[in-house]
């Protein structure tokens, strides 16, 4: 699977952004979709998640109740609609892909394929 994440920007607190990540292969139906981010200066850290069905998501506390984590199978894409953003959404947001195993993990180790990222910058 290749992933190719787009949407980032430069926007203001309190702006919202929708970032896509489209995949190529044919089973894509198949596979947990998540989306991590990387501030400068630390680690990768889990953002959300959504099972193949698109049926059972989870998100990191952090952006509970802001961000919400949608797909579309006929279209190989997964979205991340981020809402009320604030700087500390500031990061490189990346999507990662695994085989569905009924678990959604958080553990980026656990994630076998990676988009190359887009920047997302939220001024104050």
């Known amino acids: 699977v290749q992933l190719q994440a787009c949407g980032g920007g430069l926007v203001q607190a309190g702006d919202s952004l929708r970032l896509s990540c489209a995949a190529s292969?044919?089973?894509?139906?198949?596979?947990?979709m998540a989306w991590f981010r990387q501030a400068p200066g630390k680690e990768r850290e889990f953002v959300a998640v959504?099972?193949?069905?698109?049926?059972?998501?989870s998100y990191d506390d952090s952006v509970k109740g802001r961000f919400t984590i949608s797909r579309d199978n006929a279209k190989n894409t997964v979205y991340l609609q981020m809402n009320s953003l604030n700087a500390e959404d500031t990061a490189v947001y990346f999507c990662?892909?695994?085989?569905?195993?009924?678990?959604?993990?958080?553990?980026?180790?656990?994630?076998?394929?990676w988009g190359q990222g887009t920047q997302v910058t939220v001024s104050s």
């Open positions: 990662a892909a695994r085989p569905d195993s009924g678990v959604e993990y958080r553990q980026r180790s656990r994630y076998d394929f």
């Open positions: 959504i099972n193949w069905k698109g049926g059972r998501t």
């Open positions: 292969g044919r089973t894509f139906s198949r596979y947990s």
